[in-house]
């Protein structure tokens, strides 16, 4: 398999779609590292409200902070680094924060299965569930930032296993 080079993966989407479990295979089956950036905001959103107009300074501060956690992960790690995080908000700040950082060694992958999919997911999890009218908000702010993001990172994993999405979109990182 031809080598590849080191990458940062953003992997985002609305609650329930698998970041999470997605991100841990990739770690798992292909050696990357995993930031969290839903625990790494929680330090200045400890109740939640990330997306409230109110908090975008707070928000913004979060970015920083999962920004800079994942440069130097990518940096000192010396393996290709996942992110796992929803965004909340600020899109195109965040983004282009990571694309003027990482440039040609950054991946946007947006987990977009149904809504319904969705949903079921998210009732199915043992941990937090975002609920039917959160996910419905998340999905109509990802659809706005369709233009800041490759169309074709929007991928949906409906009627997919974790396995088979890994195996379908991320098979140049697997080393099986």
Request: aromatic content about 12%.
């Amino acid at each position: 398999m031809e080598k590849i080079d080191k990458k940062v993966l953003i992997l985002t989407g609305p609650g329930g779609s698998g970041k999470t479990t997605i991100a841990d295979l990739l770690v798992e089956r292909c050696g990357f590292t995993k930031i969290d950036g839903d625990r790494l905001d929680t330090e200045f959103f400890p109740n939640g409200g990330q997306w409230f107009p109110e908090n975008l300074d707070k928000l913004k501060l979060a970015h920083k902070k999962i920004f800079d956690e994942t440069k130097k992960e990518f940096i000192n790690s010396g393996k290709n680094t996942v992110l796992d995080y929803i965004i909340f908000g600020d899109y195109s700040v965040f983004l282009e924060m990571f694309k003027r950082e990482f440039g040609n060694n950054l991946e946007i992958k947006v987990l977009f299965p149904t809504q319904e999919e969705t949903v079921k997911r998210d009732k199915e999890r043992e941990c937090w569930t975002a609920g039917v009218e959160r996910i419905s908000e998340v999905r109509a702010e990802f659809e706005k930032v369709r233009g800041l993001i490759d169309n074709d990172s929007f991928i949906d994993t409906t009627n997919q296993t974790p396995v088979e999405t890994v195996k379908k979109y991320f098979s140049n990182f697997i080393y099986e």
